[in-house]
């Protein structure tokens, strides 16, 4: 079974940066598009950014130019490195991956941007 282990969340006041980390544990075969999203409270999880293998990236209209999203395939890890953090990005982020035709999630990770 796979799992999937977030890093780097936090608080962190407007303006700043982080960067958050995920990788798989367990079994990895035909590890294709891996992905962010996030779910601020009282709202619905959306896609915050996603990169395939090959490494194509798309990203949401919030956190273009902000955002950047990149992947080492000999890891396994995909980064989301966060910049001009806004108080509107607070919520848990959570990492997304797709090996064949299984959709895994990670925990989730909190992070708080203060104003």
């Known amino acids: 079974q796979v799992q999937l282990v977030e890093s780097g969340g936090g608080l962190v006041q407007a303006g700043g940066s982080l960067r958050l980390s995920c990788a798989p544990s367990?079994?990895?075969?035909?590890?294709?598009?891996m992905g962010w999203y996030r779910q601020a409270p009282g709202k619905q999880r959306e896609l915050v950014a996603v990169?395939?293998?090959?490494?194509?990236?798309n990203y949401a209209d919030s956190v273009k130019d902000r955002f950047t999203i990149s992947r080492d395939n000999a890891k396994n890890t995909v980064y989301l490195q966060m910049n001009s953090l806004k108080p509107e990005d607070t919520g848990v982020y959570y990492c997304?991956?797709?090996?064949?035709?299984?959709?895994?999630w990670g925990q989730g990770t909190q992070v708080t941007v203060s104003s």
């Open positions: 367990g079994s990895i075969f035909r590890l294709n598009a």
């Open positions: 997304n991956a797709i090996m064949g035709f299984s959709i895994n």
């Open positions: 990169i395939t293998s090959g490494g194509s990236r």
